[in-house]
């Protein structure tokens, strides 16, 4: 009765690492047909640079691509490319139209002409909380290969975290693994 008990519960543990939660899952790349952008690997670090401003026309189920909003500036508008809407709703940012945010990321000119910036970290500047997208070198946390994604610093994060962690992966890419 106990071994079988064991055997049954061994059994789930197994499943649960076989079959990775949806913060692991792969997102395929895509070039974004109105920018031409690749995403989510169109993270150039060669380009990185920061921005301060207003949020507006926040798109948080896009047909295709990863959640989407401008960002008004004193003198320019980005449109911020931030990751996958399933990964949004989890972190919960509560990012919404008029907030203050600050926008980590690589920075480029879509073929339509308009400024980009793929997310690393959005601030929202109210609250403090820092959502970590990317690692530094512009590689997606929510792919798998590297670790999780993370809430950082200030009231109301979520998830308590003080960063993200890293770890060598399938993919090879990673810095460091077991030591």
């Known amino acids: 009765m106990v071994i079988t008990a064991l055997l049954l519960v061994f059994g789930q543990l197994a499943a649960a690492v ?48 990863p959640v989407r909003f401008e960002l008004v500036t004193a003198r320019e508008t980005y449109i ?45 500047v109210s609250t403090g909380r820092v959502l970590t997208l990317r690692t530094e070198d512009g590689f997606p946390l929510w792919s798998g290969h590297r670790g999780g994604v993370a809430g950082r610093q200030g009231k109301g994060a979520s998830h308590g975290g003080t960063g993200t962690t890293t770890g060598s992966g399938a993919g090879g890419r990673g810095r460091g693994g077991r030591r």
Do not use: F, H
Request: net charge negative; glycine share 12%; charged share 25%.
């Open 80 to 124: 911020i490319l931030a990751c996958p809407g399933w990964l949004w709703s989890d972190l919960a940012p509560g990012i919404r139209d008029g907030d203050e945010v600050r926008v980590r990321g690589s920075k480029s000119q879509g073929v339509d002409g308009k400024l980009y910036l793929v997310a690393q970290e959005i601030e929202r």
């Open 18 to 65: 076989v079959e990775p939660p949806r913060a692991l899952a792969q997102e395929s790349e895509v070039t974004l047909p109105e920018s031409g952008i690749r995403y989510p690997m169109g993270y150039d670090s060669n380009t990185v640079g920061e921005v301060r401003g207003s949020v507006q026309g926040l798109l948080l189920e896009p047909k295709k691509g």
